[in-house]
Structure formats: C-alpha cells, structure tokens
C-alpha cells in the first residue's frame, strides 16, 4: 500500500511545536507517510492579507488529510492594525482561517473525545458517601455541527435596509428592537439546516452504536431557542426511532448540562450539538480530563477530507519561551485520530498506550499537571519541557 501524504499546518504560536511533536511520535511508532507543508495563519494575514492561501487549498485538495497545529485569531480592528501598511485600505478583510477551511471543505463533523487516563493528576475528583473522595473516569465524546449555528459568519452591525426590513416582519424583533437606531444594531443568525442536522445526528448515533456507547445526548436548548435546536430534538427522536431504537437518547439544555457534567459525567456517552454549543460542551469536559492539554478532534467533510487538530489555541506567549513547556498530548492524540482514519489502529494503540504508561507512572508532567503556573521557570521546577514529554512517550513505545 503506498504512503499517505500529509499536509502539515502548523499554524502560530505553538501550533508548530506541538505538530513537530506529533510528528515524532508517529515516525518513532512506525507509521509511514510524507509529510507536505502547508502555509496557514497570522503571518499569512499580515503579508498577504489572505490567512489561508489558495495554494494551502489545494494541498488541501490534493491529499485530502491534513494534521493542524493552531492559529492566532485577533479582533477585527487588531487585524486591520498589523495589515502589513500596502494592502490596507483595500478591501482585505480577516476571517478566520480554520473557520474558513471547514466552510470551504465542508468539515461539518467535529469529532472531540474527552476520556480520562488514569493516574493524571488533573482528572476531574469529587466529594463521594462518607466523606470520600471519588474519581470518576469519563468517556464522552462530543460531535460538533461545524459549518452552520453562530459560527456560519452570517453577520451585520448597521445592517443594510433590506437586512432590517427582512428582520422588522418579525413581530417580536419589531416590538423590542424596531425603536433601536439601525446603526445601533449588531445582528448574528443562528442557522440550522435540515440536512447538515441530519447527517451530524447519523453520526453520533453510528458511533455510539460502532463502539457500545449506550446513550446519545442532545446538548442544545430547545425550550427557548425553539427554531433551531427544536429542530435537532425533532430530527433525533425521528432517527433514533426509526434507526437506533436500541440506543437511549436524552436531551439536555446546555445550561444545565454544565451543572450535570461535574455530578453525574460517567452518565454520559456520546453528546452532539450545534456549533456553539458543541463548542462549549466540548470544552467543559475537557476540563474534566485535565483540561486542552487532552483534548484532541477530528473534523470530517462528506466527500472524504479529513482534519485533525488539538483544540486549544495557539498561546503565543508559550511559543516564545526559549524552552518550549507546553503538553503535547491533545496533538499527540490528534494524530492518534489520524491514525483511526487511516486503519492504522495497531499504531494508534501503541501511542495511546505509551501515553497512558507515562501518565500513570506520573514520572515525567508537563507543567500543567504539575499544576502550575505556565512561566519559563517551571522547568528549574521539575515539570518536563514539551520535548521531554514527548520523548518519555516515544520510549514507552519501545
């Protein structure tokens, strides 16, 4: 079987470092690619005024399957102010490169699982019966609507006339904002539509089913935002009923699942949600595991592009350390998902292993799970560099 070629996007800030990491780990466990880089992020904003260039999409296009480290993403007048001063003033406008690469390939699957390893010391504790203190391992993952909700970018502050003429039909906007001065006005939609719903609700059901979740969650709100997340209830009753009677489904408003999730978080397998608040749910029960240091994700489009990335950002603080202290886990894990994807399961299991060996052993921490403070001294203070972290998993290979 021929190699697979990766597009590696490091990205900013320690975006590049950990991705190096990853790359270690999958070359030292024996997984065989080529590896083809690929332009993305602040740098490419500043000189080109463009974050994602055409000749990223079309690796992109070519290959298929690309492993993301992290990007940078500032404000709208932050980006406008560091436009490199010749292409200011001329129509370029920032996005969000990631954002854009999931719209552009269609990457409306977000995959984000959120499982404990023993042994680390960030995992979630709570107060048991007698006074006990009780661990409880979670197992969750999250699927992410990832194209469409709030993050679709179907925006406007002073919206043009037809906007809000569109928007003044509406009895309840009229009655509370029709006083409002239009260029007062600052309006985001929330979108939902019936097929990408569909498809994200297939999805977590045919994983839950595939690897023996007993539960499917939908995490929304459905009894104040009845438009669209009642449609996601609506449309998972009718596809568990017609399709997965013998899986459990529940619903939980958002709000409340934040409460949920520190009592009862075993409870739960697969949650799906839309976009912001698979966003949210996801980053919650991070924290339960110990945080983004662990949490990895895989984003799929319907006609085979796949993107793997940790979920945490690019701390460009951290990338400027003359020591790099950062967990590399979440891309470690990442490129596990890769893994999956391709059928290297052997592999993947083999890192996923040495990771946990390492955890338990609780020899070498990053400074994260040595609770402390992210600074360039927690090195002197006994807390492994991100290479270090790495080569005690590589180790645990042998």
């Known amino acids: 079987m021929s190699k697979p070629t ?52 079309k690796l992109i296009e070519k290959y298929k399957i690309a492993l993301f480290g992290a990007i940078t993403s500032k404000p709208i007048d932050e980006a406008k102010a560091e436009l490199s001063p010749d ?12 954002v854009s690469l999931r719209q552009l390939f269609n990457l409306d699957i977000c995959v984000r699982p959120c499982k404990s390893y023993k042994g680390n010391p960030l995992n979630f504790v709570r107060r048991g019966k007698g006074n006990t203190i009780d661990e409880p391992m979670v197992d969750v993952v999250i699927f992410r609507q990832n194209t469409e909700c709030l993050y679709s970018g179907v925006e406007w502050t002073n919206p043009p006339s037809k906007v809000y003429e569109a928007f003044m039909t509406h009895p309840k906007f009229a009655a509370n904002f029709g006083s409002v001065p239009v260029e007062e006005l600052s309006i985001s939609t ?53 399709s997965f009677p013998d899986i459990k489904l529940l619903n939980t408003n ?9 009592k009862n978080p075993e409870d739960y397998g697969v949650i799906v949600a839309g976009n ?42 951290y990338a400027g350390y003359a020591v790099s202290i950062v967990n ?42 040595m ?21 005690a998993i590589i180790a645990g290979l042998k």
């Open 6 to 57: 990766i597009v590696t996007l490091p990205g900013d800030g320690i975006g590049a470092v950990v991705l190096n990491e990853s790359i270690r780990v999958l070359v030292a466990a024996g997984f065989k690619a080529d590896y083809i880089h690929g332009d993305i992020g602040w740098e490419f904003w500043c000189k080109e005024g463009n974050p994602l260039p055409q000749r990223t999409i």
């Open 87 to 98: 292409l200011q003033g001329i129509g370029f406008t920032y996005s969000s490169p990631i």
């Open 190 to 242: 929330r979108i939902f539509t019936r097929k990408a719903t569909i498809r994200i609700l297939i999805a977590a059901f045919e994983h839950a089913k595939k690897f023996g979740y007993k539960s499917v969650t939908v995490c929304e709100k459905p009894n104040v935002i009845r438009e669209t997340s009642g449609l996601m209830w609506k449309l998972a009753k009718e596809i568990q009923r017609n």
């Open 254 to 262: 958002i709000d409340a699942q934040m409460m949920w999730l520190t």
């Open 276 to 317: 912001m608040f698979g966003d949210i749910a996801s980053d919650a029960f991070a924290g339960l595991i110990g945080g983004l240091g662990f949490a990895c994700s895989a984003q799929f489009s319907s006609d085979g592009i796949a993107v793997f990335e940790p979920t945490h950002g690019s701390a460009p603080k």
């Open 328 to 369: 590399p886990i979440a891309m470690i894990e990442s490129a596990c998902m890769m893994l999956d994807y391709l059928d290297e399961k052997k592999i993947s299991s083999k890192i996923r292993k040495a990771i946990a060996d390492v955890i338990i052993e609780g020899k070498v921490r990053t400074y994260d799970m």
């Open 371 to 391: 609770k402390m403070t992210g600074r360039p001294e927690v090195i002197m203070n006994g807390a492994a560099s991100t290479t270090q972290m790495t080569d």
